[in-house]
């Protein structure tokens, strides 16, 4: 069965630093596309960034600059490191994983990240 599990959340002050991780368990990260998406209270999930088998990326326009996505293919994991929080980065982050084109099929349960 496909797993993602997410890490790395918690509190941080504005302008502090996090990393967050998806480890990946029957699922193949370099396979295909990784994601990570965040949903604050009452609002839509939206996408952070994305990362394509040959590591072309993408990042919505509020994190380019801060946010970076990577993935370690010999630990099947995929992180995002977090630099320069804002208030409005609070979120509850969720990793997913692609299995078709424009298909996210697999979804972690998500981690909390609170910025103050």
């Known amino acids: 069965h496909v797993q993602l599990v997410e890490s790395g959340g918690g509190s941080v002050q504005a302008g502090g630093s996090l990393r967050l991780s998806c480890a990946a368990s029957?699922?193949?990260?370099?396979?295909?596309?990784m994601a990570w998406f965040r949903q604050a209270p009452g609002e839509e999930r939206m996408g952070v960034a994305a990362?394509?088998?040959?590591?072309?990326?993408i990042y919505a326009e509020s994190v380019k600059g801060r946010f970076t996505i990577s993935r370690d293919n010999a630990k099947n994991t995929v992180y995002l490191q977090m630099n320069t929080l804002k208030s409005e980065d609070t979120a509850l982050y969720y990793c997913?994983?692609?299995?078709?084109?424009?298909?996210?099929?697999?979804w972690g349960q998500g981690t909390q990240v609170t910025v103050s």
């Open positions: 997913a994983a692609s299995v078709d084109a424009g298909t996210w099929s697999y």
């Open positions: 990362i394509s088998r040959d590591t072309t990326t």
């Open positions: 029957g699922y193949t990260v370099s396979s295909n596309c």
